[in-house]
């Protein structure tokens, strides 16, 4: 069983800035693949950045490339999501997860942080 805790949301002015942590405990595969995803308000979730299935590559939602940037601190196990530029629209309760089949869906992820909120102002 793997442990997800999301850290770092909160209140920001668009334009603002951001990093959310997330930090995994537990027995963690290797095998695993990593991926922050979101869920507007009335939305679906949705995957905004995510490790590949070669677990180097990282892919990012049009809406956030170039703004957001994915990384990771093996020896910490814990995974990082630095927002730039936030925009009204990034407003949303934003989930760490890991899976062993990854991808751009849902499906692909076994293991859920219990999410933390990001809303950007005006």
């Known amino acids: 069983q793997v442990e997800l805790v999301e850290t770092g949301g909160g209140l920001v002015q668009a334009g603002g800035s951001l990093t959310l942590s997330c930090a995994a405990s537990g027995h963690i595969s290797s095998n695993y693949v990593l991926a922050w995803f979101r869920q507007r308000p009335g939305k679906e979730r949705e995957l905004i950045a995510g490790f590949g299935l070669d677990r180097k590559s990282i892919n990012y939602a049009d809406s956030v490339k170039g703004r957001f940037t994915l990384s990771r601190d093996t020896d910490k196990n814990t995974m990082y999501l630095q927002m730039n530029s936030l925009k009204l629209e990034d407003t949303a309760v934003y989930f760490c997860?890991?899976?062993?089949?990854?991808?751009?869906?849902?499906?692909?992820?076994?293991?859920w942080g219990q999410g933390t909120q990001v809303t950007v102002s005006s």
């Open positions: 997860t890991a899976g062993q089949w990854g991808g751009p869906t849902i499906a692909g992820y076994d293991n």
